[in-house]
């Protein structure tokens, strides 16, 4: 898991809201189904390099905003499924969005935007729509 999260301590977002924001991010895009355990919090920030305050901190973010949930004794799981119960997964994102996020991706590497200024663009027009 921790394969597909990546800490940028140069970045000014702190490292507790970059966990936050790709486990968030792996969530909507369907590569964490719902039921998925999450790594110990431990196991997290050892294999990220980060104080586990950090880690337990964007649990406990994720969790508030429904996206996780922590059992005692059954760790961290990605929300959505309920144990023995038959809730409905969050929706898939549709293919045309995802298409377009590549091409949004694509086409800012190749005015060699970091991701950051990208991330910071998108933000700003959501909040204009």
């Known amino acids: 898991m921790s394969a597909g999260i990546i800490i940028d301590l ?4 702190p490292p507790y809201e970059q ?3 790709q486990i968030s991010s792996l969530v909507a895009i369907g590569d964490l189904a719902p039921g998925s355990r999450l790594p110990t919090v431990r196991s997290l920030a ?4 980060v104080a586990v305050g950090t880690v337990a901190r964007a649990y406990k973010e994720l969790e508030a905003a429904g996206v996780v949930e ?3 004794r059954g760790g961290t799981i990605v929300a959505g499924v309920a144990a023995g119960a038959g809730d409905a997964s969050p929706a898939p994102v549709p293919e045309e969005v995802a298409a377009a996020v590549d091409r949004y991706i694509d086409a800012g590497r190749k005015a060699q935007l970091s991701d950051e200024v990208l991330l910071d663009l998108l933000r700003g027009r959501l909040r204009r729509k």
């Open 10 to 13: 140069r970045s000014a977002t």
């Open 46 to 49: 050892a294999d990220l390099g």
């Open 19 to 21: 966990i936050r924001s």
């Open 70 to 72: 922590s059992r005692r």
